[in-house]
Protein backbone atom coordinates (compact mmCIF):
# COMPACT_ATOMS: atom_id res chain seq x y z
CA UNK A 1 0.00 0.00 0.00
CA UNK A 2 1.15 3.46 -1.04
CA UNK A 3 -0.30 6.72 1.32
CA UNK A 4 1.01 10.13 0.52
CA UNK A 5 2.45 12.09 3.26
CA UNK A 6 1.59 15.24 4.69
CA UNK A 7 4.41 16.82 3.80
CA UNK A 8 6.57 19.10 6.37
CA UNK A 9 4.66 18.72 9.91
CA UNK A 10 5.32 20.38 13.12
CA UNK A 11 2.30 17.95 14.28
CA UNK A 12 2.13 14.17 14.73
CA UNK A 13 0.33 12.62 11.68
CA UNK A 14 -1.40 9.15 12.06
CA UNK A 15 -1.45 6.55 9.87
CA UNK A 16 -3.07 3.06 9.47
CA UNK A 17 -3.46 0.35 7.14
CA UNK A 18 -5.81 -2.49 7.74
CA UNK A 19 -5.17 -5.69 5.74
CA UNK A 20 -8.83 -7.26 4.41
CA UNK A 21 -6.89 -10.25 3.30
CA UNK A 22 -3.99 -11.48 5.87
CA UNK A 23 -2.89 -14.50 5.21
CA UNK A 24 -3.66 -17.53 7.98
CA UNK A 25 -0.94 -17.82 10.58
CA UNK A 26 1.73 -15.22 10.77
CA UNK A 27 2.14 -12.12 8.78
CA UNK A 28 5.12 -9.66 8.67
CA UNK A 29 4.69 -5.96 8.50
CA UNK A 30 7.10 -2.88 7.89
CA UNK A 31 6.96 0.79 7.19
CA UNK A 32 8.91 1.89 5.01
CA UNK A 33 8.84 5.91 4.56
CA UNK A 34 10.51 7.99 1.58
CA UNK A 35 11.16 12.02 2.44
CA UNK A 36 10.25 14.30 -0.61
CA UNK A 37 14.53 14.26 -0.86
CA UNK A 38 14.19 10.60 -2.45
CA UNK A 39 15.80 9.26 1.54
CA UNK A 40 13.91 6.22 3.13
CA UNK A 41 13.93 4.87 6.44
CA UNK A 42 12.38 0.87 7.15
CA UNK A 43 11.06 0.28 10.36
CA UNK A 44 11.63 -2.82 12.24
CA UNK A 45 9.31 -5.95 11.33
CA UNK A 46 5.88 -6.82 13.25
CA UNK A 47 3.94 -9.97 13.28
CA UNK A 48 0.62 -10.89 13.89
CA UNK A 49 -1.70 -13.93 14.24
CA UNK A 50 -4.15 -14.75 11.58
CA UNK A 51 -6.42 -18.23 12.76
CA UNK A 52 -9.84 -18.09 10.30
CA UNK A 53 -12.16 -20.36 12.00
CA UNK A 54 -12.37 -22.37 9.36
CA UNK A 55 -8.82 -23.60 10.36
CA UNK A 56 -9.20 -24.74 14.08
CA UNK A 57 -9.94 -27.96 13.35
CA UNK A 58 -9.10 -29.74 16.49
CA UNK A 59 -10.69 -27.23 19.73
CA UNK A 60 -14.70 -27.22 19.37
CA UNK A 61 -15.50 -25.49 22.89
CA UNK A 62 -13.10 -24.24 25.48
CA UNK A 63 -14.03 -24.10 29.21
CA UNK A 64 -12.37 -21.73 31.42
CA UNK A 65 -13.23 -21.97 35.30
CA UNK A 66 -13.68 -20.42 37.66
CA UNK A 67 -13.58 -16.86 36.37
CA UNK A 68 -13.11 -15.05 38.27
CA UNK A 69 -10.21 -16.90 39.87
CA UNK A 70 -8.12 -16.86 42.98
CA UNK A 71 -5.57 -19.44 42.86
CA UNK A 72 -5.84 -21.51 39.95
CA UNK A 73 -7.67 -21.75 36.11
CA UNK A 74 -9.12 -25.08 35.15
CA UNK A 75 -10.02 -25.75 31.27
CA UNK A 76 -12.33 -28.49 29.88
CA UNK A 77 -12.59 -28.64 26.12
CA UNK A 78 -12.96 -31.39 23.45
CA UNK A 79 -10.47 -32.06 20.41
CA UNK A 80 -10.97 -34.14 17.74
CA UNK A 81 -7.92 -35.42 17.18
CA UNK A 82 -4.07 -35.76 19.34
CA UNK A 83 -2.31 -32.31 19.48
CA UNK A 84 -0.43 -30.15 21.54
CA UNK A 85 -2.02 -27.01 22.84
CA UNK A 86 0.00 -23.92 24.56
CA UNK A 87 -2.15 -22.08 27.52
CA UNK A 88 -0.32 -18.28 28.02
CA UNK A 89 -1.26 -15.95 30.82
CA UNK A 90 -0.89 -12.47 29.79
CA UNK A 91 -1.06 -9.08 31.54
CA UNK A 92 -2.85 -6.29 30.26
CA UNK A 93 0.44 -4.83 28.37
CA UNK A 94 1.13 -8.15 26.91
CA UNK A 95 3.50 -9.63 28.68
CA UNK A 96 3.75 -13.50 29.21
CA UNK A 97 3.29 -14.69 32.69
CA UNK A 98 2.60 -18.14 33.06
CA UNK A 99 2.73 -20.83 29.40
CA UNK A 100 1.94 -24.20 29.73
CA UNK A 101 1.91 -26.84 26.88
CA UNK A 102 0.40 -29.93 27.20
CA UNK A 103 -0.69 -33.16 25.20
CA UNK A 104 -4.46 -33.63 24.46
CA UNK A 105 -6.06 -36.49 23.86
CA UNK A 106 -9.39 -36.90 21.30
CA UNK A 107 -12.10 -36.24 23.31
CA UNK A 108 -12.62 -34.50 26.67
CA UNK A 109 -9.14 -33.27 27.78
CA UNK A 110 -9.00 -31.28 31.15
CA UNK A 111 -6.29 -29.29 32.32
CA UNK A 112 -5.13 -26.73 35.45
CA UNK A 113 -2.85 -24.12 35.87
CA UNK A 114 -1.75 -23.89 39.43
CA UNK A 115 0.24 -21.67 42.20
CA UNK A 116 -1.51 -18.19 40.61
CA UNK A 117 -1.89 -16.67 44.02
CA UNK A 118 1.19 -14.37 43.73
CA UNK A 119 -0.76 -12.60 40.50
CA UNK A 120 -2.00 -9.00 41.02
CA UNK A 121 -5.94 -8.27 41.56
CA UNK A 122 -6.80 -7.24 37.44
CA UNK A 123 -7.79 -8.19 34.29
CA UNK A 124 -5.85 -10.82 32.60
CA UNK A 125 -5.71 -12.51 28.70
CA UNK A 126 -5.74 -16.16 28.61
CA UNK A 127 -3.98 -17.26 24.64
CA UNK A 128 -4.71 -20.70 23.52
CA UNK A 129 -2.29 -21.46 20.60
CA UNK A 130 -1.81 -24.74 18.86
CA UNK A 131 1.12 -25.09 15.82
CA UNK A 132 1.98 -21.34 17.38
CA UNK A 133 -1.30 -19.93 16.00
CA UNK A 134 -3.86 -18.48 18.46
CA UNK A 135 -7.17 -20.29 18.63
CA UNK A 136 -8.72 -18.54 21.14
CA UNK A 137 -7.92 -15.39 23.52
CA UNK A 138 -10.27 -14.72 26.61
CA UNK A 139 -9.87 -12.00 29.53
CA UNK A 140 -10.12 -13.69 32.90
CA UNK A 141 -10.39 -11.85 36.13
CA UNK A 142 -8.36 -12.12 39.34
CA UNK A 143 -9.37 -11.65 42.45
Known amino acids: MKQDGAGNSSITRSYSFTDNSPETGTNYYRIRQTDFDGK ?63 KCDVGNNNFEINSLENLKKGSYFLIIEKDDKILKTMKILKL
Request: net charge neutral; no cysteine.
Open 40 to 102: NATSKIVTSSNSAKNNIENVIEVNVFPNPFSNFIQFNFNSEKESEMTFKLANQIGQILVIRTY
